[in-house]
């Protein structure tokens, strides 16, 4: 249940998990601590040396004027951690510009480390969008983030914010100039939002694929040039018993994963693909991804042609989408599902650190068949070496 109250100067927002509510000066601490975490330092404008004092001078200061003159309305983010509400950051309807028949507002999002990867930011800002368009009566938002912050990115697009412009120079990365982005939600937008993306009037533009380099192995963008290569991986026998490749993959299933599946995936951050390629001729190896499902989790897609596994080569491409998962999309979780049994994939997940966590039986879809599957996970800051004896197969020989 969500709602609001108790006034329209001291709103306060909640679905039962997470709150959105006023700072008071009890918050100080708190509100000192999110301007002086090293991520948000690089990503946001924050005052890195903001004391405790100075952060309670512009609760009871700047932020009391913006409730009052109704032009910023900054709330403290809470939510339930270990049973009880705690700060986990900020969220703010900036230049507020209220019209008879709509209006328009900024919306700014500071998280500290123990809010973010938890849902609790996607939470926070769908109270936000129902207090800015049902209860303000505004018609537009706008999100401004810094080219490059992908998980500010990769939040609006969850949220049903659009890219709308590129802008030379609208960002900052360590307090200098960037460039920026700009996301927009609409009220209709919000309104039809259901997990897919409000794009209608929005500007159609190609999201942009991060480089991911390693020593040996590069994640980027597909490209057509992957083509040829990608239909061999893909007609592999093991691909085709251990995925959900289409059976007989042509060119015509390569050019729609690349320029359909792929693209679609990264516009709406629920599929982040990429190819695996050799880091010194760019060949490539196969495809990796992330299908992020649930708010602060996401699951690895991984297919490698014969040709490059037991090099070590899928492993590195792991390592790299996992240091990607956790420290840029700031994810909790990340899971890894095999068919059994699909000892290549397990021993992989292993040597990675991923726990085993279970055999659910007829719970994988083999092509309209239910199949068995391993369920593995690891978390953000668990080491990447095995953490329990190897009890599979040992290596087949040659
Ligand atoms: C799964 C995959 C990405 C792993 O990549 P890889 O390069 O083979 O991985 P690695 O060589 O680093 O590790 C695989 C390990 O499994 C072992 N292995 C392979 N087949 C095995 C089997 N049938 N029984 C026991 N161990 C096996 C390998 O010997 C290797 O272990 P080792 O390094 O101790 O020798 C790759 O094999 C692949 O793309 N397979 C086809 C698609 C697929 O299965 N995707 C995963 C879906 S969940």
Request: hydrophobic residues 45%.
């Amino acid at each position: 249940m969500s709602g609001t109250g108790p006034s329209r100067s001291h709103p306060v927002l909640s679905d039962g998990q997470t709150t959105l509510r006023r700072f008071t000066a009890a918050d100080a601490s708190a509100f000192a601590s999110i301007h002086t975490d090293p991520l948000n330092i690089t990503w946001t404008a924050s005052d890195p040396a903001m004391t405790v004092r100075e952060a309670g001078e512009l609760i009871a200061g700047s932020i009391a004027r913006g409730w009052e003159d109704g032009r910023y309305l900054r709330f403290a983010i809470t939510d339930m951690l270990d049973g009880v509400p705690a700060i986990v950051g900020t969220l703010s309807l900036q230049d507020v510009f209220s019209t008879a028949g709509g209006g328009s507002a900024g919306v700014g999002i500071k998280m500290l480390p123990a809010g973010r990867g938890t849902g609790a930011a996607q939470r926070a800002i769908a109270l936000l969008c129902g207090y800015a368009f049902g209860n303000l009566g505004l018609e537009i938002l706008h999100w401004r983030t810094t080219a490059g912050n992908e998980a500010s990115a990769s939040l609006a697009r969850r949220c049903g914010f659009v890219l709308a412009a590129e802008i030379p120079g609208y960002g900052h990365v360590d307090g200098t100039v960037a460039d920026g982005l700009m996301f927009t939600l609409t009220r209709d937008g919000y309104h039809l939002f259901d997990g897919l993306p409000a794009g209608s009037g929005a500007l159609d533009l190609t999201p942009a694929v991060p480089v991911l380099a390693g020593d040996r192995v590069v994640l980027r963008a597909l490209s057509m040039a992957d083509a040829p290569a990608l239909v061999e991986n893909c007609r592999n026998p093991e691909a085709v018993r251990w995925t959900a490749v289409p059976l007989d993959y042509s060119m015509a299933d390569a050019d729609f994963f690349i320029n359909k599946l792929t693209v679609e995936g990264w516009r709406t951050g629920r599929t982040l693909i990429f190819a695996a390629a050799r880091a010194d001729t760019d060949e490539l190896l196969g495809t990796i991804d992330l299908q992020c499902k649930a708010p602060g989790a996401a699951a690895v897609g991984i297919n490698f042609g014969p040709h490059a596994r037991g090099t070590g080569a899928a492993e590195e491409a792991v390592r790299l989408l996992l240091d990607y998962a956790f420290d840029q999309l700031n994810l909790a979780w990340v899971h890894w599902i095999a068919m059994v049994p699909n000892w290549a994939s397990r021993k992989l997940a292993w040597k990675l650190g991923f726990h085993y966590d279970g055999h659910g039986r007829g719970d994988y879809d083999d092509r309209g068949k239910p199949a068995d599957r391993w369920l593995l996970s690891l978390a953000a800051g668990e080491p990447r070496t095995p953490v329990q004896p190897w009890t599979g197969p040992v290596p087949r020989s040659g």
